[in-house]
């Protein structure tokens, strides 16, 4: 569910995975464990998310 949603709204922003984790300062590798549901954002980088 998150993973998809994040996919989603990266793309619908024109953001890559690594350009997303430079402005979260999380490496790609974290971007992409997110995406595919293995981990989630803690809190201070979800809320970072939001923001972006």
Same mark, same amino acid.
């Given at each position: 569910? =998150?993973?998809?949603?994040?996919? &989603?709204?990266?793309?619908?922003?024109?953001?890559?995975?690594?350009?997303?984790? *430079? %402005? =979260?300062s999380v490496t790609r590798? &974290?971007?992409?464990?997110?995406?595919?549901?293995?981990?989630?954002?803690?809190? *201070? %980088?979800?809320?970072?998310?939001?923001?972006?």
């Amino acid at each position: 569910m =998150l993973g998809e949603k994040l996919i &989603t709204l990266r793309k619908k922003y024109g953001y890559s995975q690594q350009e997303l984790a *430079d %402005k =979260l300062s999380v490496t790609r590798q &974290t971007i992409s464990n997110w995406e595919l549901n293995q981990g989630a954002p803690s809190l *201070d %980088k979800a809320l970072e998310l939001v923001t972006i």
